[in-house]
Each structure stands twice: as structure tokens, then as C-alpha cells.
């Protein structure tokens, strides 16, 4: 373990408690939790409820829980789907897509605003950090 990991992994946990706990960077939350916003920010109209569940790995249960809550909210709706009447496809309403674009602007502006002060060698070394983890969690 090298000599750094303990500050390293402390500044990992700030960040993520100022994201997730104390809301400092994300304040267009509504009712969601981080969560079920990602997933209306990452939203595909159209899809199953089967495909999403595949696509982002979550337990039947889990992922049901998830959209029926975007659901019950307004932000998705069910349709039947075009090619195959026995199924239901998933989509976002108006109310859906407009809180979307909301989130993506809001998520654009922070990551730009955090990134703004790096120099090239800040940028070159946390993108180096990113790809090994993200690397090692795709395995």
C-alpha cells in the first residue's frame, strides 16, 4: 500500500459525503434520490423494464423499485411497445425528459466549474488515476 492511499482514500470519502450527504454540488434533487436521478439522466426511451435491468445490473426487485418510484413521480411512463404488443416499453414523460436536461446542465456546469482550476498535469494524473479504477472495477 503505498504512502499516500490513507489521504487519498479520505479525500475519496469527502467528496463523496459532500456529493451524496450534504447536497453541495447537486442542488436540483426533487424528490429523487441520487440514484433513480442518475438513472432518468441515463434514461433510453423505449426499453423493457427486462432491458434496463440487464443494461445496469440491478436485481428485479431493485430495478423495479427504481422506476415505479420514476413512475409514481411522473417522470417515466409505461407505452405498449410498437413491435411487440405483449410487452411494455418504458419512457420518459415531458415532466421526465425537461428534469433530465435539468440534471445533465446542472452535472455539466459543477464538473466544469470543478475542473476549471486544474492545470494539465492535474488533469493528466486524475485521468490516469480514473482509468486504473474504473479498469480494475470492469474486470
Given at each position: 500500500m503505498g504512502q499516500y492511499n490513507k489521504h487519498i482514500v479520505k479525500a475519496?470519502?469527502?467528496l463523496l459525503d459532500n456529493f451524496i450527504i450534504y447536497n453541495k454540488f447537486f442542488d436540483v434533487r426533487n424528490n429523487l434520490t441520487y440514484?433513480?436521478?442518475?438513472?432518468?439522466?441515463q434514461w433510453e426511451d423505449g426499453v423493457t423494464l427486462t432491458d434496463f435491468l440487464s443494461d445496469y445490473g440491478y436485481s428485479r426487485s431493485a430495478g423495479i423499485q427504481i422506476v415505479d418510484k420514476l413512475i409514481e413521480n411522473k417522470y417515466l411512463k409505461k407505452e405498449v411497445c410498437k413491435d411487440d404488443k405483449r410487452m411494455k416499453s418504458i419512457c420518459r414523460t415531458d415532466l421526465g425528459l425537461a428534469y433530465s436536461n435539468k440534471i445533465k446542465k446542472h452535472y455539466d456546469i459543477e464538473v466544469e466549474r470543478l475542473l476549471s482550476e486544474l492545470t494539465i498535469n492535474d488533469e493528466k494524473g486524475i485521468l490516469k488515476f480514473l482509468?486504473?479504477?474504473n479498469n480494475k472495477v470492469n474486470l
Amino acid at each position: 500500500m503505498g504512502q499516500y492511499n490513507k489521504h487519498i482514500v479520505k479525500a475519496i470519502q469527502v467528496l463523496l459525503d459532500n456529493f451524496i450527504i450534504y447536497n453541495k454540488f447537486f442542488d436540483v434533487r426533487n424528490n429523487l434520490t441520487y440514484e433513480q436521478m442518475y438513472v432518468l439522466m441515463q434514461w433510453e426511451d423505449g426499453v423493457t423494464l427486462t432491458d434496463f435491468l440487464s443494461d445496469y445490473g440491478y436485481s428485479r426487485s431493485a430495478g423495479i423499485q427504481i422506476v415505479d418510484k420514476l413512475i409514481e413521480n411522473k417522470y417515466l411512463k409505461k407505452e405498449v411497445c410498437k413491435d411487440d404488443k405483449r410487452m411494455k416499453s418504458i419512457c420518459r414523460t415531458d415532466l421526465g425528459l425537461a428534469y433530465s436536461n435539468k440534471i445533465k446542465k446542472h452535472y455539466d456546469i459543477e464538473v466544469e466549474r470543478l475542473l476549471s482550476e486544474l492545470t494539465i498535469n492535474d488533469e493528466k494524473g486524475i485521468l490516469k488515476f480514473l482509468t486504473r479504477i474504473n479498469n480494475k472495477v470492469n474486470l
